[in-house]
T-cell receptor, first 114, second 108 residues
């Protein structure tokens, strides 16, 4: 089975801290994605990447950056965490084109910024 | 991105079939129709996708209208484990944009 592993299930950080959310996939997928999910707003795409060192802005990139130095790892960075970034963060990966078996999502990281 | 309309919620009884509708009248000719579901406290999981023809897999069936402006996800025998939010997502090979989905409740 394809696995997408997010480094932390729960995380509590202070306002102003730099926060790294890590995501690793083990199926050699080209594409990786970061979403956040909030009650009433659903899943919103933050950033995505089609290849190593490539990144594209999603619908809500403000306050975030990403890094993809290796194909299997896609990191989401909160440069200076704020309370409005308290959310569930979900990472996903997929093969190129229209993936035969769809996207595979991780279990999520619930981030609380205090 | 194509706009989708799904019921906010639906209810079913265990072991009965469930038909989850989705309207995507602005879908482009090259967009696939993807369905995902999200169980409580988990990330979304892929269910099925199709372009024009009806599709079956071990989880569900996807019936696509001839004009492609709507589709229906069919769960042939609902189980308690199928209680989830179901998302219908028109899209191509790029990013998926999730809407609000349909919350399916399965009664024992």
């Amino acid at each position: 089975d394809v696995k997408v592993t997010q480094s932390s299930r729960y995380l509590v950080k202070r306002t102003g801290e730099k926060v790294f959310l890590e995501c690793v996939q083990d199926m050699d997928h080209e594409n990786m994605f970061w979403y956040r999910q909030d009650p009433g707003l659903g899943l919103r795409l933050i950033y995505f990447s089609y290849d190593v060192k490539m990144k594209e802005k999603g619908d809500i990139p403000e306050g975030y950056s990403v890094s993809r130095e290796k194909k299997e790892r896609f990191s989401l960075i909160l440069e200076s965490a704020s309370t409005n970034q308290t959310s569930m963060y979900l990472c996903a990966s997929s093969s190129g084109g229209v993936p035969r078996y769809g996207y595979t999502f991780g279990s999520g990281t619930r981030l609380t910024v205090v | 991105d194509a706009k989708t309309t799904q019921p906010n919620s639906m209810e079913s009884n265990e072991e009965e079939p469930v038909h989850l509708p989705c309207n995507h009248s602005t879908i482009s000719g090259t967009d696939y129709i993807h369905w995902y579901r999200q169980l409580p406290s988990q990330g979304p999981e892929y269910v099925i996708h199709g372009l024009t023809s009806n599709v079956n897999n071990r989880m569900a069936s996807l019936a696509i209208a001839e004009d492609r402006k709507s589709s229906t996800l069919i769960l042939h025998r609902a189980t308690l484990r199928d209680a989830a939010v179901y998302y219908c997502i028109p899209g191509g090979s790029e990013k998926l944009v999730f809407g609000k989905g349909t919350k399916l409740t399965v009664n024992p």
